[in-house]
């Protein structure tokens, strides 16, 4: 099974921008697809997008589009999610979650990443 | 606000079944047998129970089981234990435009 381990916590100014790792391993990381999915205090999960590390191809949510970026480094097994311009709304955990190309649904997941936003 | 609806909270006592809902539109429960289902503990990662409506990974236990009819999801947990008592979210495949998952707003469960 895929293991997953994401980068640490993170407290950052608003308009400023955090970039969260997560590493893979145990796996074929040319054959996931890594999600990032979001998670608001005592809230449920949103999903906010996901790369192809194999062809490099990512897709956003809409509502994160312009702000959110996605890569990856085949060579270390490692992807990444960029968010610029934080506001304090963006205050929340982030998870890094593997699917693969025959399925809908996310079977390994990160341990998630606390970012917290506050001046 | 979430896409697809969740009870709040649901309860049962030890040993019996409760069933969780889970519904949402014909852009995504409705048209595709896409559904998941994940368990969250306080402060854990989601864990996958539930995939493709009904199947289970390997190493989930056959109490937990699930289902689908029109645009509304269940998920079922048969005697239930002390250990079933956290969040569970359902998921989607959408094909709203940009949006490839959608995802219910949880449903906390108490053992009685």
């Known amino acids: 099974q895929v293991q997953l381990v994401q980068s640490g916590a993170e407290v950052k100014k608003p308009g400023s921008s955090v970039k969260v790792s997560c590493k893979a391993s145990?796996?074929?990381?040319?054959?996931?697809?890594i999600s990032w999915l979001r998670q608001d205090p005592g809230q449920g999960l949103e999903w906010m997008g996901r790369?192809?590390?194999?062809?490099?191809?990512?897709n956003y949510a809409q509502s994160f589009q312009g702000r959110v970026t996605i890569t990856a480094d085949r060579s270390t097994s490692t992807a990444y999610m960029e968010v610029t311009s934080l506001r304090s709304e963006d205050t929340a955990v982030y998870y890094c979650?593997?699917?693969?190309?025959?399925?809908?649904?996310?079977?390994?997941w990160g341990q998630g990443t606390r970012v917290t936003v506050s001046s | 606000q979430s896409a697809l609806t969740q009870p709040a909270s649901v309860s049962g006592s030890p040993g019996q079944s409760i069933t969780i809902s889970c519904t949402g539109t014909?852009?995504?429960?409705?048209?595709?047998?896409?559904v998941s289902w994940y368990q969250q503990h306080p402060g854990k990662a989601p864990k996958l129970i539930i995939y493709d409506v009904s199947y289970r990974p390997s190493g989930v236990s056959n109490r937990f089981s699930g289902s689908k009819s029109g645009n509304t999801a269940s998920l079922t947990i048969s005697g239930l234990q002390a250990e079933d008592e956290t969040d569970y979210y359902c998921?989607?495949?959408?094909?709203?435009?940009?949006?490839?998952?959608?995802f219910g707003s949880g449903t906390k469960v108490t053992v009685l």
């Open positions: 014909s852009s995504d429960v409705g048209d595709y047998n896409y």
């Open positions: 979650a593997r699917g693969d190309r025959s399925g809908w649904y996310f079977d390994s």
């Open positions: 145990g796996g074929t990381f040319s054959t996931d697809i």
């Open positions: 790369i192809i590390p194999s062809l490099g191809v990512t």
């Open positions: 998921s989607s495949y959408t094909s709203s435009n940009s949006l490839y998952f959608v």
